[in-house]
T-cell receptor, first 111, second 115 residues
Framework: GENVEQHPSTLSVQEGDSAVIKCTYS??????FPWYKQELGKGPQLIIDIRSNVGEKKDQRIAVTLNKTAKHFSLHITETQPEDSAVYFCAATATRGDMRFGAGTRLTVKP | ETGVTQSPTHLIKTRGQQVTLRCSSQSGHNTVSWYQQALGQGPQFIFQ???????GRGNFPPRFSGLQFPNYSSELNVNALELDDSALYLC??????????????FGPGTRLTVT
């Protein structure tokens, strides 16, 4: 089955800097790659996603890139703000239903 | 807010007992997925229900079972609770069609503690 690895586990940046989180996946059949933000005491919130037929997608300060050959995808957050502080999860799925998550990255944005 | 609701918010049970968790999906969604999230880890897929039938299952024993109702709400049942079942249980709803993966929207979760 699919195995998703996520790095780094913790990331600390100054407000205004960029943050990059990287994930690798094992199943070449995976075709959908969402990113979630989870704040303390809340469920994961979908922030951006990308499908295997696209190499890059951007939404304001957030972008995701996908390299199918290398089987890795990354989340880029520019101009970070303190409210971006949270745990971020990547995920991958090949078949509808069985979505595998990375272990998470705790992002801290220092004002 | 996603419109996905879960109840109860918190629950404390004793080892060996049974528990039922509930989820109401977002309006218009026909699919519900359940996940277990242990402290400090990513969510782990338990199973998914589509049009009242199980549509995929993760690596969880049969004592984890579920139901989906005609209004697309869902229940997760866990029998013979073990200490390791202590976790945040999340449900996510989506609008599925064909074989395409669709965006999943999560509820706030139910925190289960087994003592």
């Amino acid at each position: 089955g699919e195995n998703v690895e996520q790095h780094p586990s913790t990331l600390s940046v100054q407000e205004g800097d960029s943050a990059v989180i990287k994930c690798t996946y094992s199943d070449s059949a995976s075709n959908y790659f969402p990113w979630y933000k989870q704040e303390l005491g809340k469920g994961p919130q979908l922030i951006i996603d990308i499908r295997s037929n696209v190499g890059e997608k951007k939404d304001q300060r957030i972008a995701v890139t996908l390299n199918k050959t290398a089987k890795h995808f990354s989340l880029h957050i520019t101009e970070t703000q303190p409210e971006d502080s949270a745990v971020y999860f990547c995920a991958a799925t090949a078949t509808r239903g069985d979505m595998r998550f990375g272990a998470g990255t705790r992002l801290t944005v220092k004002p | 807010e996603t419109g996905v609701t879960q109840s109860p918010t918190h629950l404390i049970k004793t080892r060996g007992q049974q528990v039922t968790l509930r989820c109401s999906s977002q309006s218009g969604h026909n699919t519900v997925s359940w996940y277990q999230q242990a402290l400090g880890q990513g969510p782990q897929f338990i199973f998914q229900y589509y049009r009242e039938e199980e549509n995929g299952r993760g690596n969880f024993p049969p004592r984890f079972s579920g139901l989906q109702f005609p209004n697309y709400s869902s229940e997760l049942n866990v029998n013979a609770l073990e200490l390791d079942d202590s976790a945040l249980y999340l449900c996510a709803s989506s609008l599925a069609s064909g074989r395409t993966n669709h965006e999943q929207y999560f509820g706030p979760g139910t925190r289960l503690t087994v003592t």
